[in-house]
């Protein structure tokens, strides 16, 4: 009878290693918040170009015009776009493209400043961005270089999309 209550004792031990486990449930967590306002404050305007095809103007970081347009025009502005509802120091791309219309090829290039950082961009292409600790709004100049595809008739008027991407990294 001792051998049994050995052998007994030997498997019980054996076996009660895998009958007795052990579990506790946790939990991941997120902090949520609401994807940024993109706003134009100014809309841009190159002012008055040349009605041929071909014709180009180009805008400066100063809102100055060159090219095949009329620098004295009183309608000439920069863009101006705001970005609004960051949160403090986060990464992200700014990306501002610029398209083909009907009579229009616009290519975009831009500043963007919070204050703090500045970037410059150009046409389609990604550009790092960190915002402050105080998520300041950023602001984006747009200008670049309008190129009249199409001939146009004068007084008319005439746009061309450009658009602005905010991504987070």
């Known amino acids: ?5 050995l ?3 030997a498997l019980l031990a054996a076996t009660s290693s895998s009958i007795f ?44 015009v060159t090219g095949n347009c009329d620098a004295s025009d ?17 990464a992200m791309n700014i990306t501002v493209s610029g398209s083909t219309g009907s009579n229009l090829t616009f290519a975009p290039a831009t500043t963007a400043t919070d204050g703090t950082s500045t970037t410059t961009t150009s046409d389609g292409v990604a550009s790092a961005f960190t ?20 001939a146009l008739t004068a007084d008319g008027n005439y746009t061309v999309d450009y658009t602005v991407d905010v991504s987070f990294q």
């Open 1 to 5: 009878m001792n051998k049994k209550l």
């Open 7 to 9: 052998f007994s004792a």
């Open 21 to 64: 486990a052990s579990s506790q449930t946790f939990q991941a967590s997120i902090n949520g918040w609401s994807e940024p306002t993109i706003a134009e404050t100014n809309a841009l305007h190159f002012g008055k170009v040349r009605l041929a095809a071909g014709s180009t103007c180009t805008m400066d970081s100063a809102g100055a």
């Open 74 to 90: 009183a309608n000439i502005q920069l863009g101006g776009i705001t970005v609004s509802g960051l949160a403090p120091s986060s």
């Open 131 to 150: 915002t402050d600790a105080s998520a300041t709004d950023i602001t984006i100049n747009v200008y670049g270089q309008v190129t009249v595809d199409n």
